[in-house]
C-alpha cells in the first residue's frame, strides 16, 4: 500500500527539503493516516530551525515560537512546523523546565508519549517507526515509548491521553502502560483543569465514550472527577432501572447524540456529553425509600444542575456551555404534558433554541433506564416532539418576543412603564400560550384595557 499525504503538506517538505533539512509529517497525522482516519492537523517536524523556517516560507505565524514551532500558512490552510526538540528535566510531574533544539529526529520521536504517535512518513523515505508503532497499530495497543512509569512522571497528562486515545481509536492499553496508568493516576492532580478538560472532552466525543469505566477503574475519575466514583457505587433501586446509577450514566453518554442520527455539531454534542455524563450527579445525595421500599431521588434535577455547575467552573469551562449543560439538567427528569398547550407552556419556559437538546437528553436518558419502560417512553417523547414540530410549523407564540404587542405599544395606550407593563405582558403571554388565537394587536391591546379597567 502506498500512502500519500496532502499535496500541500507535501509542498513544505519538499521545500524544507530541498534547502537542505530534514522534514517529516509527524506524531497524530501519521497514526491517522496509517489507520484511515482523516487526521485533525497535519503537524510537521524539521530539523530547520524556527529562523530558518521563517525564512524559507513567504507567510509564517509564531505560533509557539518559544518551543520551536512557526506556523506557514498555504492558501487559507495552516500547518504547524516544529524543530526537532528534546524535552529537558521535568519537574512537578507536566512541565520541562526547558526545551531544547536538536538535529537528530530519534531525539524528537523518543519525547512523544506513545508509539502509534511517535512515527514520521514523508513520501521519500517513508516511515520512520524507531519504537514499533506500526506493530501497536496493527496489534491495536496504546503503548508509551519507553518505560510508562517515567514517561508519566514527566507529564502526568499522559495517563489521560493513554486512556483517551483508546476510546477514540478502539485499542487496548498495553499491559505495563496500564499497570502504570493505575499507578501513577494521582499524579494527575498536578496537572491544570484546562488540559484535563480537552482530554475528558474528546473521550466524551469519541467513538467509545463508554471507556469512562476505564478511568473510574484505573482511578483516575478519583482525582479528576471524583464525584463519578460515587455514582459507580450508588444502586438505584427502583423498577424503573437495572443499572447502578453509574452504569446508568455510562449509557446514557454512550446514547447521546449518537453521530448517525443526531444532526448536531461538536458544540452541541459536547453540551449533550457532559449534561448525560452530569445529569444524575446528585442522586446519591437525594435518596429517599418509599414505602414499597423503592428508591427516589426527589430534587436531584435542581441539587445536580448546581453540582454541575461547581464541576464545570472548576474545569474552566466557558459560561455559555455551562449555562447550556446547567439548564439541561434542571429539566432532564420533566414529564411532558401531551397538549398543545402543555407543550407551549414548557417551550415558554424552558426555551425554543433548547428544546431539541432537551428532547435529546431525555431520549438518551430514557434509553438507558429499564428495557421493558424504554419503548413507552421514547412513544411519549415522540408524542412531544411532533407537538413541538406542529407549534413550530404554525408559528405559534411561545415567548414574550413573539407577543404581537410590547411594553411600549402598552405604554401608548396609558399604562405605567414599570411593574405594571411587566404584569399585563405576563397575563397576555399566558392568554395566548392556552390560546394562540388571540395573538393579534386589537385584541391583545383590548385585553390589556380589560384588564385594567
Ligand atoms: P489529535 O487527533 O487529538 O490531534 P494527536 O496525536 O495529534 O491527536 P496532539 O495532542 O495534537 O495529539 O499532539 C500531537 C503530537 O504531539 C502527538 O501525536 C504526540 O506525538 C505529541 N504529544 C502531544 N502531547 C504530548 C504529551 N503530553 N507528551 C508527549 N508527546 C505529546
Ligand atoms: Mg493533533
Same mark, same amino acid.
Given at each position: 500500500?502506498?500512502?500519500?499525504?496532502?499535496?500541500?503538506?507535501?509542498?513544505?517538505?519538499?521545500?524544507?527539503?530541498?534547502?537542505?533539512?530534514?522534514?517529516?509529517?509527524?506524531?497524530?497525522?501519521?497514526?491517522?493516516?496509517?489507520?484511515?482516519?482523516?487526521?485533525?492537523?497535519?503537524?510537521?517536524?524539521?530539523?530547520?530551525?524556527?529562523?530558518?523556517?521563517?525564512?524559507?516560507?513567504?507567510?509564517?505565524?509564531?505560533?509557539?515560537?518559544?518551543?520551536?514551532?512557526?506556523? /506557514?500558512?498555504?492558501? !487559507?490552510?495552516?500547518?504547524?512546523?516544529?524543530?526537532? +526538540? *528534546?524535552?529537558?528535566? #521535568? &519537574?512537578?510531574?507536566?512541565?520541562?523546565?526547558?526545551?531544547?533544539?536538536?538535529?537528530?529526529?530519534?531525539?524528537?520521536?523518543?519525547?512523544?508519549?506513545?508509539?502509534?504517535?511517535?512515527?514520521?512518513?514523508?513520501?521519500?523515505?517513508?516511515?520512520?517507526?524507531?519504537?514499533?508503532?506500526?506493530?501497536?497499530?496493527?496489534?491495536?495497543l496504546v503503548r508509551c515509548v519507553g518505560s510508562a512509569e517515567e514517561r508519566f512522571n514527566e507529564d502526568a497528562l499522559r495517563i489521560l491521553r493513554a486512556v483517551r486515545f483508546s476510546a477514540q481509536l478502539g485499542f487496548s492499553i498495553e499491559e505495563k502502560t496500564l499497570a502504570a496508568v493505575k499507578a501513577k493516576a494521582a499524579?494527575?492532580?498536578?496537572?491544570?483543569?484546562?488540559?484535563?478538560? /480537552?482530554?475528558?472532552? !474528546?473521550?466524551?466525543?469519541?467513538?467509545?465514550?463508554? +471507556? *469512562?469505566?476505564?478511568? #473510574? &477503574?484505573?482511578?483516575?475519575?478519583?482525582?479528576?472527577?471524583?464525584?463519578?466514583?460515587?455514582?459507580?457505587?450508588?444502586?438505584?433501586?427502583?423498577?424503573?432501572?437495572?443499572?447502578?446509577?453509574?452504569?446508568?450514566?455510562?449509557?446514557?453518554?454512550?446514547?447521546?447524540?449518537?453521530?448517525?442520527?443526531?444532526?448536531?455539531?461538536?458544540?452541541?454534542?459536547?453540551?449533550?456529553?457532559?449534561?448525560?455524563?452530569?445529569?444524575?450527579?446528585?442522586?446519591?445525595?437525594?435518596?429517599?425509600?418509599?414505602?414499597?421500599?423503592?428508591?427516589?431521588?426527589?430534587?436531584?434535577?435542581?441539587?445536580?444542575?448546581?453540582?454541575?455547575?461547581?464541576?464545570?467552573?472548576?474545569?474552566?469551562?466557558?459560561?455559555?456551555?455551562?449555562?447550556?449543560?446547567?439548564?439541561?439538567?434542571?429539566?432532564?427528569?420533566?414529564?411532558?404534558? *401531551?397538549?398543545?398547550?402543555?407543550?407551549?407552556?414548557?417551550?415558554?419556559?424552558?426555551?425554543?433554541?433548547?428544546?431539541?437538546?432537551?428532547?435529546?437528553?431525555?431520549?438518551?436518558?430514557?434509553?438507558?433506564?429499564?428495557?421493558?419502560?424504554?419503548?413507552?417512553?421514547?412513544?411519549?417523547?415522540?408524542?412531544?416532539?411532533?407537538?413541538?414540530?406542529?407549534?413550530?410549523?404554525?408559528?405559534?407564540?411561545?415567548?414574550?418576543?413573539?407577543?404581537?404587542?410590547?411594553?411600549?405599544?402598552?405604554?401608548?395606550?396609558?399604562?405605567?412603564?414599570?411593574?405594571?407593563?411587566?404584569?399585563?405582558?405576563?397575563?397576555?403571554?399566558?392568554?395566548?400560550?392556552?390560546?394562540?388565537?388571540?395573538?393579534?394587536?386589537?385584541?391583545?391591546?383590548?385585553?390589556?384595557?380589560?384588564?385594567?379597567?
Amino acid at each position: 500500500m502506498t500512502f500519500r499525504i496532502p499535496q500541500k503538506v507535501n509542498m513544505i517538505i519538499e521545500e524544507l527539503m530541498q534547502q537542505g533539512y530534514e522534514a517529516y509529517a509527524v506524531g497524530g497525522c501519521v497514526r491517522d493516516m496509517v489507520l484511515g482516519r482523516e487526521p485533525e492537523d497535519w503537524d510537521i517536524t524539521t530539523s530547520a530551525t524556527p529562523q530558518e523556517v521563517k525564512r524559507i516560507f513567504r507567510r509564517t505565524v509564531d505560533t509557539g515560537i518559544q518551543h520551536g514551532t512557526v506556523t /506557514v500558512l498555504i492558501d !487559507k490552510e495552516h500547518f504547524e512546523v516544529t524543530t526537532y +526538540r *528534546l524535552d529537558g528535566e #521535568y &519537574e512537578d510531574n507536566r512541565h520541562p523546565k526547558e526545551v531544547s533544539f536538536t538535529s537528530s529526529l530519534a531525539e524528537d520521536l523518543k519525547r512523544r508519549d506513545f508509539t502509534i504517535n511517535a512515527m514520521a512518513f514523508n513520501e521519500k523515505e517513508g516511515f520512520i517507526d524507531l519504537f514499533g508503532g506500526m506493530e501497536d497499530l496493527r496489534r491495536k495497543l496504546v503503548r508509551c515509548v519507553g518505560s510508562a512509569e517515567e514517561r508519566f512522571n514527566e507529564d502526568a497528562l499522559r495517563i489521560l491521553r493513554a486512556v483517551r486515545f483508546s476510546a477514540q481509536l478502539g485499542f487496548s492499553i498495553e499491559e505495563k502502560t496500564l499497570a502504570a496508568v493505575k499507578a501513577k493516576a494521582a499524579n494527575l492532580n498536578n496537572i491544570s483543569a484546562e488540559r484535563i478538560r /480537552v482530554e475528558l472532552t !474528546k473521550l466524551l466525543l469519541s467513538d467509545y465514550p463508554d +471507556r *469512562l469505566r476505564d478511568l #473510574y &477503574e484505573t482511578g483516575i475519575t478519583r482525582v479528576v472527577l471524583p464525584e463519578f466514583d460515587q455514582l459507580m457505587v450508588t444502586e438505584h433501586n427502583n423498577a424503573h432501572h437495572i443499572y447502578s446509577v453509574g452504569e446508568h450514566t455510562l449509557r446514557a453518554v454512550e446514547e447521546a447524540g449518537r453521530q448517525e442520527a443526531s444532526g448536531f455539531d461538536v458544540r452541541e454534542r459536547t453540551i449533550l456529553k457532559w449534561t448525560l455524563l452530569l445529569h444524575d450527579i446528585e442522586k446519591p445525595s437525594c435518596i429517599s425509600i418509599g414505602r414499597n421500599g423503592q428508591r427516589h431521588f426527589y430534587g436531584h434535577q435542581e441539587k445536580g444542575a448546581l453540582t454541575a455547575k461547581r464541576i464545570l467552573r472548576r474545569l474552566k469551562f466557558d459560561n455559555d456551555t455551562i449555562d447550556a449543560v446547567v439548564h439541561l439538567i434542571r429539566w432532564h427528569d420533566h414529564s411532558f404534558e *401531551l397538549t398543545p398547550a402543555g407543550m407551549r407552556k414548557t417551550m415558554c419556559k424552558v426555551g425554543k433554541e433548547y428544546m431539541p437538546l432537551l428532547f435529546e437528553v431525555c431520549r438518551a436518558d430514557a434509553s438507558a433506564k429499564h428495557p421493558d419502560y424504554t419503548g413507552e417512553k421514547l412513544g411519549q417523547l415522540e408524542k412531544a416532539r411532533g407537538l413541538y414540530q406542529g407549534i413550530l410549523n404554525r408559528r405559534e407564540c411561545v415567548s414574550l418576543k413573539e407577543l404581537n404587542v410590547n411594553g411600549n405599544d402598552l405604554i401608548a395606550i396609558g399604562m405605567k412603564p414599570g411593574r405594571q407593563v411587566g404584569e399585563i405582558l405576563a397575563y397576555l403571554l399566558e392568554q395566548v400560550l392556552e390560546n394562540p388565537g388571540l395573538n393579534d394587536r386589537d385584541t391583545l391591546l383590548d385585553m390589556a384595557r380589560e384588564r385594567t379597567a
